[in-house]
Structures are given as structure tokens and as C-alpha cells.
């Protein structure tokens, strides 16, 4: 089976989960690059990390466009698990892609109430 | 095994268009076409969705499934309370999505 | 390679930079989810006559 190469774009807070997504697809032999936009970062739980870390071993990555990389999500050697990726060089890059996924809903106007924000 | 041409694959991940889901399962049919449909993440609320039933009974049980991962998370009870029209088959991995871009010729994200 | 561009909302600034991006040098066509009755038919005939469609939020 050929290995396909997918963009998953997520541009709203609530849908990290396109980074399980991305991993389901790299279990299937397929190169899975999950894009966190403007800094919708999901929280940097265990689960979560191991899995951005698991997507980078199965030669996928997870980047982040419009934002700084967070140091909260790093290797054993304190490296950066999050690659930086501007919106020109995603641009260029999924041209080559054979699927763009964006994922769930577009970015929220409003920021979210103390209830849901963490 | 290689994507068959006439056969257009959904993948929903948005839980606010069952109204493009079924117009667009709908039109392919009309068309000819055959369809193969994955809910994961926050689309299995569209399970409780009427039109859902009968989206599953048109697709067939080879080709509509949902992630139970999902349908657990968002707080479902995956073994006692499987939607309407799916079978515990139906009740699937992200493995699904990978046969949707294995064996559709043409795609959307929904 | 023939490339159709589909949106499910207004398309912000980030969306049609990507767009104009992936469009470059090929056969682009487009079509509007965010209508009040789109024409279904008219969208399955674009998607089987594309190579490749990306479906915006």
C-alpha cells in the first residue's frame, strides 16, 4: 500500500484531538503532519506528548504555524517536540501533500470562559 | 489494493454539518457513486441526529463507521448504547480512516 | 493537476494565503458549502472532476 503524505490542520483550541487523527493515519504506514495554527495549543498531558513524540518517530511531525513552539512539550533531551512552520513555507509544502485535512471548526472569536479554558 | 474511482469518501470531523453530510451522501448516490463515511472526534454527536439511521442503512455496514474512542470520550456508552442503524462492528479505529484514503479515489473533509 | 477549493465558512486571511499558494500554476476551481441550499449535484460533479479537493472549515 503506498504511503500518503497528510496535512491535518487544527485552527480551534478544542480540536487537538487532529493530532490522534494524524497518529491513527502513521500506525497505517502513512506520513501524518499535524499542524497546530495561531497557537491552539492543547494541554501538554502525557497522553499528548507521547503521541506528538510518536508522530515525529513514525517520520510525520507535529508543527505549529503563527506561533512560537512551546517548551512545554519536549524529548527526553529537553528538545522541542513541535516544529515552527510559517504559513508561506505550509503553503509550499502541503502542495506536495495528497491530503489536506482541516480539522473540526475554525478558530473561536471569543476567548473561552474560565469554565472551559484550561 | 488500489482506490476504485467512483467511490468518494467523507470524513467528518466537524459536529454542525449533517445538513452537507447527507446532501452530499445523497447527491453521490444520484450520481452513481459509492460512498464510505467516517464520524470521529466531536461528529458522533451527529449519531443522535435523525437523518443519521438512515445515512448508516444507505451506506451499508462495510462502508460508515464511527471512532468508539470518540463516542466514549464524548461520554456515549459504546457497548450499551450504539447508534441507530450501526451494528457493533461499525463501532471502529482511526484504521478506518486509513481504508477511506487506501480505497477512495476522491475525498472530503466534512 | 487539477485542484478545487471548497468552504464550509468565509475564508479567513490564513485560508486564502494557503489557497493562492496551492492554486499556483494549476487548474483551480472552487465551490461554497455556506450557502442556504447548496447544489449537492453540482459539488459531486466538481469533486470527481478534480484530482484533489480540500474542504476549508
Same mark, same amino acid.
Given at each position: 500500500?503506498?504511503?500518503?503524505?497528510?496535512?491535518?490542520?487544527?485552527?480551534?483550541?478544542?480540536?487537538?484531538?487532529?493530532?490522534?487523527?494524524?497518529?491513527?493515519?502513521?500506525?497505517?504506514?502513512?506520513?501524518?503532519?499535524?499542524?497546530?495554527?495561531?497557537?491552539?495549543?492543547?494541554?501538554?498531558?502525557?497522553?499528548?506528548?507521547?503521541?506528538?513524540?510518536?508522530?515525529?518517530?513514525?517520520?510525520?511531525?507535529?508543527?505549529?504555524?503563527?506561533?512560537?513552539?512551546?517548551?512545554?512539550?519536549?524529548?527526553?533531551?529537553?528538545?522541542?517536540?513541535?516544529?515552527?512552520?510559517?504559513?508561506?513555507?505550509?503553503?509550499?509544502?502541503?502542495?506536495?501533500?495528497?491530503?489536506?485535512?482541516?480539522?473540526?471548526?475554525?478558530?473561536?472569536?471569543?476567548?473561552?470562559?474560565?469554565?472551559?479554558?484550561? | 489494493?488500489?482506490?476504485?474511482?467512483?467511490?468518494?469518501?467523507?470524513?467528518?470531523?466537524?459536529?454542525?454539518?449533517?445538513?452537507?453530510?447527507?446532501?452530499?451522501?445523497?447527491?453521490?448516490?444520484?450520481?452513481?457513486?459509492?460512498?464510505?463515511?467516517?464520524?470521529?472526534?466531536?461528529?458522533?454527536?451527529?449519531?443522535?441526529?435523525?437523518?443519521?439511521?438512515?445515512?448508516?442503512?444507505?451506506?451499508?455496514?462495510?462502508?460508515?463507521?464511527?471512532?468508539?474512542?470518540?463516542?466514549?470520550?464524548?461520554?456515549?456508552?459504546?457497548?450499551?448504547?450504539?447508534?441507530?442503524?450501526?451494528?457493533?462492528?461499525?463501532?471502529?479505529?482511526?484504521?478506518?480512516?486509513?481504508?477511506?484514503?487506501?480505497?477512495?479515489?476522491?475525498?472530503?473533509?466534512? | 493537476?487539477?485542484?478545487?477549493?471548497?468552504?464550509?465558512?468565509?475564508? *479567513?486571511? #490564513?485560508?486564502? +494565503? =494557503? $489557497?493562492?499558494?496551492?492554486?499556483?500554476?494549476?487548474?483551480?476551481?472552487?465551490?461554497?458549502?455556506?450557502?442556504? *441550499?447548496? #447544489?449537492?449535484? +453540482? =459539488? $459531486?460533479?466538481?469533486?470527481?472532476?478534480?484530482?484533489?479537493?480540500?474542504?476549508?472549515?
Amino acid at each position: 500500500m503506498e504511503s500518503l503524505k497528510v496535512y491535518i490542520l487544527v485552527a480551534n483550541r478544542m480540536y487537538n484531538d487532529g493530532i490522534r487523527s494524524g497518529l491513527g493515519l502513521a500506525v497505517e504506514n502513512h506520513y501524518a503532519f499535524p499542524v497546530i495554527m495561531n497557537g491552539e495549543f492543547p494541554s501538554f498531558s502525557t497522553y499528548m506528548s507521547e503521541n506528538i513524540a510518536w508522530v515525529k518517530d513514525m517520520e510525520g511531525q507535529v508543527y505549529s504555524c503563527g506561533a512560537v513552539a512551546p517548551d512545554a512539550c519536549v524529548d527526553e533531551d529537553g528538545d522541542k517536540l513541535i516544529a515552527e512552520i510559517s504559513l508561506e513555507e505550509l503553503g509550499e509544502a502541503m502542495r506536495d501533500a495528497d491530503f489536506i485535512i482541516p480539522y473540526g471548526l475554525s478558530k473561536q472569536t471569543n476567548e473561552p470562559p474560565p469554565a472551559c479554558a484550561e | 489494493m488500489s482506490a476504485d474511482p467512483n467511490k468518494l469518501a467523507i470524513f467528518v470531523t466537524s459536529p454542525q454539518h449533517m445538513r452537507h453530510v447527507v446532501g452530499l451522501a445523497n447527491a453521490a448516490e444520484k450520481a452513481g457513486k459509492k460512498l464510505m463515511i467516517f464520524f470521529t472526534y466531536k461528529s458522533i454527536h451527529l449519531t443522535k441526529d435523525p437523518r443519521f439511521k438512515v445515512l448508516a442503512e444507505k451506506c451499508g455496514e462495510d462502508h460508515i463507521a464511527i471512532c468508539a474512542d470518540s463516542y466514549t470520550c464524548e461520554g456515549y456508552d459504546a457497548a450499551a448504547d450504539i447508534p441507530a442503524g450501526l451494528s457493533g462492528k461499525q463501532m471502529r479505529t482511526q484504521a478506518f480512516h486509513g481504508a477511506l484514503l487506501d480505497e477512495c479515489g476522491k475525498y472530503i473533509v466534512l | 493537476m487539477k485542484i478545487l477549493q471548497v468552504y464550509r465558512s468565509e475564508p *479567513n486571511s #490564513d485560508v486564502k +494565503t =494557503l $489557497v493562492g499558494i496551492l492554486n499556483r500554476d494549476r487548474e483551480a476551481d472552487e465551490f461554497n458549502l455556506n450557502v442556504e *441550499n447548496p #447544489d449537492y449535484d +453540482t =459539488l $459531486v460533479a466538481k469533486i470527481f472532476t478534480a484530482d484533489k479537493t480540500v474542504c476549508w472549515w
